[in-house]
């Protein structure tokens, strides 16, 4: 007897409409994201110099960071770019009215004023008050400026201080 099968398979040969499936797309490029966004790096130059002034060279191999900016030019003191003393003279020993006193008055107000709001942030939202403050003052700036500024800076909550210098090529 011979076999004759009762059924024959036949293969579909109509033409379907192929989907792409994006979900495993989609998890493979918000890993690439999140892994890129990890990685980013924030170095570089984070901070702009002012028109005024010229910075002292250094080979520092520190990265700059972010932090309240003083800039401290031979005619006037900036805080986060607002003034907070001009002198329209370009002597900068006239900049600082009494040569006795320590503390920069002006400044010292101001810084308390950021002082105080970083304070409230840090209770509001947890936000830590570190005292960070970055310098940049011209490189003809007589020492004593210099020094008065960071002295005002210490007495206001402003401890933690960095200069700003350009890094000598090599």
Do not use: W
């Not at 398979?9 to 792409?20: A, M, Y």
């Not at 790096?41 to 250094?58: A, K």
């Not at 805080?79 to 008055?105: C, F, G, M, R, W």
């Not at 500024?149 to 007495?155: A, D, F, L, R």
Request: net charge positive; hydrophobic share 35%.
């Amino acid at each position: 007897m011979a076999y004759i099968p009762s059924r024959i398979k036949k293969h579909d040969t109509s033409k379907r409409q192929v989907k792409l499936n994006l979900t495993s797309m989609m998890d493979m490029f918000t890993i690439i994201l999140v892994f890129l966004l990890k990685t980013y790096s924030t170095e570089g130059q984070l901070i702009q110099p002012s028109d005024h002034l010229e910075l002292p060279r250094s080979t520092v191999t520190k990265p700059t960071e972010v932090a309240l900016d003083i800039v401290v030019t031979r005619r006037e003191i900036l805080v986060n770019d607002q003034a907070v003393l001009i002198d329209k003279s370009n002597d900068p020993n006239k900049l600082i009215a009494d040569e006795y006193q320590q503390i920069i008055t002006p400044l010292y107000n101001r810084l308390k004023t950021y002082a105080e709001e970083a304070r409230k942030m840090e209770e509001l939202f947890g936000t830590k008050f570190t005292g960070k403050v970055t310098i940049q003052g011209d490189y003809r700036l007589p020492f004593n400026i210099l020094v008065k500024v960071m002295y005002t800076c210490g007495q206001a909550q402003y401890g933690n201080m960095r200069l700003v210098v350009y890094r000598k090529s090599e």
